[in-house]
């Protein structure tokens, strides 16, 4: 299973970013996808998750009400809506496949990772 991540690239604070995570095989209908990010310096921290149905989403504090993740299972695609960015949301952004059906917060409960994608946010 390979995952891509793009979308990234440099941004001005307050605009908007639309990341996508492309799969490689359809496998990833039947789980659930998260993103996380890594800024420099920084370890890796949880964004959001979505169930393999997208009926169940989860969101970090720090992005909720500004992030939407959601995901298209015919396409094997899984999207991440960046709005109103901030500077503290500079990073590079990991799509990830669930070892379940379910999201989840913590990184091992993922088994397939992409190779991320960089979001630098300007103030």
């Known amino acids: 299973v390979q995952l891509q991540a793009s979308g990234g690239g440099l941004v001005q604070a307050g605009n908007s970013l639309k990341l996508v995570c492309t799969v490689s095989?359809?496998?990833?209908?039947?789980?659930?996808m998260g993103w996380f990010r890594q800024a420099p310096g920084k370890e890796r921290e949880f964004v959001a998750g979505i169930s393999w149905r997208g009926a169940n989403l989860d969101y970090a504090d720090s992005v909720k009400g500004r992030f939407t993740i959601s995901r298209d299972n015919a396409k094997g695609t899984v999207y991440l809506q960046m709005t109103n960015l901030k500077p503290e949301d500079t990073a590079t952004y990991y799509c990830?496949?669930?070892?379940?059906?379910?999201?989840?917060?913590?990184?091992?409960?993922?088994?397939?990772w992409g190779r991320g994608t960089l979001v630098t946010v300007s103030s």
């Open positions: 990830a496949v669930g070892r379940s059906s379910y999201a989840s917060r913590r990184g091992e409960n993922y088994a397939y």
């Open positions: 095989k359809r496998t990833s209908s039947n789980n659930g």
